[in-house]
């Protein structure tokens, strides 16, 4: 695997080098930060050591919180109008809100909503987790080709990746209000958020990102995978 392949893996997690720039994080670094020997993780994740980390890669990849919405933006793509305002009708209030951010959102980040949420942040961790010392280079490389897999799977371009990761950050940001009225003037509000702002501004303007330079297309050589990671039930 060439420089420009490892580059286009580790831009499945250039939002949250995005979110990180002002701690020197690094786009092309497989280490994510240059200066650091270790992250700790254990506050913001839980994650003390490989075991943990690699549990939360398997199941936060699939099963996070894009799962909450992942039927919405399913049945939004292939419901007729009708049908869909019908589904949600039946719903409560706060899982119209939901759906309705749900409808709002899809013509950006299309039916693999938001995935990219998921997606980018165990990126993040695996590159932490080669930082770290408990993944090796061939493992996080190995690690990133499933992610990559299911980019690729869920989107058709950069544009409705990164689309994908801001609206999921947008909706967990938002996880905490369980009432509906509550809920919708929260999400109303992600799109003046501070951080959400400077994540799209660092994204478009800085040229360290490259991602003009990265065809979503681009031909990968995807790695075997290391016998240290035989044990380890997922793919």
């Not at 299309?110 to 993040?124: C, E, K, P, T, V």
């Not at 009432?179 to 929260?186: F, K, P, R, V």
Request: charged share 20%; glycine share 6%.
């Amino acid at each position: 695997m060439d420089e420009l392949q490892r580059r286009w893996l580790f831009a499945l997690s250039a939002p949250m080098v995005a979110i990180n720039a002002r701690y020197d994080a690094r786009y092309d670094l497989p280490n994510f930060y240059p200066d650091n020997e270790f992250v700790d993780l254990t506050e913001s994740w839980d994650i003390a050591d490989r075991p943990a980390l690699l549990a939360m890669i398997q199941r936060m990849t699939d099963n996070g919180h894009a799962s909450d919405l992942s039927g919405a933006y399913w049945d939004n793509a292939r419901l007729l109008p009708s049908e869909w305002q019908k589904l949600v009708d039946s719903l409560d209030a706060s899982q119209q809100v939901a759906y309705r951010y749900v409808a709002d959102t899809i013509l950006v980040c299309g039916s693999g909503g938001i995935r990219a949420w998921d997606l980018g942040r165990m990126s993040f961790l695996a590159r932490i987790g080669q930082l770290n010392g408990w993944l090796s280079l061939e493992e996080n490389l190995w690690l990133h080709s499933r992610l990559s897999l299911r980019a690729r799977y869920y989107y058709q371009n950069w544009q409705s990746y990164l689309a994908g990761f801001l609206i999921g950050r947008s909706y967990w940001s938002c996880l905490g209000h369980e009432q509906a009225d509550e809920l919708a003037l929260c999400i109303s509000r992600q799109g003046s958020n501070p951080t959400h702002v400077a994540l799209a501004r660092e994204l478009a303007m800085n040229p360290a990102a490259g991602l003009d330079d990265l065809h979503w297309d681009l031909e990968l050589d995807l790695p075997e995978k290391p016998e240290s990671l035989e044990a380890f039930d997922w793919s």
